[in-house]
């Protein structure tokens, strides 16, 4: 065995196990090899599980993962507001090294954080993906696709995802998807070419759509239509599409997103803070939607934490339907890891069990807020933080040990991070916004 996990409880997301105490896990060549109350033989690395609950590794589908940068610099805005006036100048500064520095923070935020995997739409996509690899962490990675500067600009960014696509063909940890970033930032004909592009290399779409009552109001007036409706009548829906926040859909639009495959990443506490509205997620799932759960750029939440996710999703469906039982912790948590590997087309991931890929997170159930270990479900969703993760696996490699990353000296990275946020933001004339200390 590459790793062992011992005597831990076992929360596998497979119908057929359920929740096993005192289980191990045995780990070889990125897969899980076998789940048993005892598994002998020699390891090379050994974790023990006492005192904690293991989980399939939990998986973001939404971030712009190099905003990083831009965390806390611009809050309380709505979000066309925030984007015009305050992210896009700023935006239009970046360079390679900023990407790459904001990722790698990122990275050693999401991992150190439970977090396996991510699904990321952002600019200067190989220094994205220079930095999930050189963290160890699985990435999903979109160069963002818009024409608003007219058919040529367009025409250059289908260029860059085509080189993206063919250049992590072979990648063990970095898929690249293909990106077109809204329908109102992209013509009827990108949208189309973007299809085409994903079918010829048999990849999947990643795009934000109706986020905002605005954005629906302004399909309304000016196609007659919503913006699902709009995306139906292209022919660009399918099960190769997965919507970033979906806020507003009508039952119309819920049953053609359910009729077609396509899925639903739900951001709740980004929708929140830029006061976009809250998904009536319980009603996508009854409508048969595949929703996995997201956390949207550090710029808009401020944080990349999925137990905060799980438990904002939890409770937003409960008070705005007035029903206490809607949306149950089992159902949060399902969102977290077997939908958002179903979403991202990850097959036999999000669970634990024999055959499935090896991200696993372990969590430490020995602390105040987590005592007495009465509903370990219970516990993860409505009482877990981030900071309580002690160990992760992702494929097979172990990334975080005792709450400490492996992969990355995450001194170095807070500092370079740092250093590049402030050359960023001074040279967009923006200084002042960094209320921190200078960088040696």
Known sequence: MDVLI?????????????????????????????????????????????????????????????MTLFRGAADDLPLHRWLQEEIWPVEAKLKPQHVYAGTLLACLEMLT????????????????????????????????????????????????????????RDSELVRVFVGPHAPYTCSEELLLSAVELAEKYETRIHIHVSE???????????????????????????????????????????????????????NPVSNMKLGAGVAPVTEYIRAGITVALGTDGAASNN??????????????????????SALPAVEALKLATLNGAMALGMHNAGVIRSGAVADIT?????????????????????????????DVLVNGR??????????????????????????????????DRLFTEEVS
């Open 6 to 66: 011992k005597g831990g409880t076992l929360v596998t997301m497979d119908r057929e196990q359920g929740i096993l105490k005192n289980f191990s896990v045995a780990v070889e060549d990125g897969r899980i090899v076998e789940v048993a109350e005892r598994i002998p033989g020699e390891a090379d690395f050994v974790i023990d599980a006492r005192g904690k609950v293991v989980i399939p590794g939990l998986v973001n589908t939404h971030t712009h993962a190099a």
């Open 113 to 168: 954080s439970g977090i396996t995997c991510f699904n990321d739409m952002y600019f200067y996509l190989e220094e994205a993906a220079r930095a999930a690899e050189e963290a160890g962490m699985r990435a999903v990675l979109s160069y963002p696709l818009l024409d608003v500067a007219g058919e040529e600009q367009g025409r250059e960014l289908l260029k860059v995802a085509e080189n993206g696509l063919r250049r992590f």
């Open 212 to 266: 905002t009552r605005e954005e629906v109001e302004r399909f309304l007036r000016e196609k007659g239509m919503r913006p699902v409706e709009y995306l139906e009548s292209i022919g660009f829906l399918s099960d190769r599409v997965l919507i970033a926040h979906g806020v507003h859909l009508s039952r119309e639009e819920q049953k053609l997103v359910s009729s077609r495959g396509a899925k639903i990443s739900h």
């Open 303 to 324: 944080v990349l934490d999925m137990f905060q996710e799980m438990k904002t999703c939890a409770l937003l469906q409960k008070v705005t339907s007035g029903d206490a």
């Open 362 to 390: 372990v969590v430490n159930m020995r602390r105040p807020h987590l005592t007495p270990l009465s509903n370990p479900v219970s516990h993860l969703v409505y009482a877990a933080k981030g900071s309580d993760v002690s």
């Open 398 to 431: 172990v990334v975080v040990q005792n709450g400490r990353c492996r992969t990355l000296d995450a001194e170095e990275v807070e500092r370079f991070a740092l250093k590049q946020a402030r050359e960023l933001f001074e040279s967009a004339g923006r200084g």
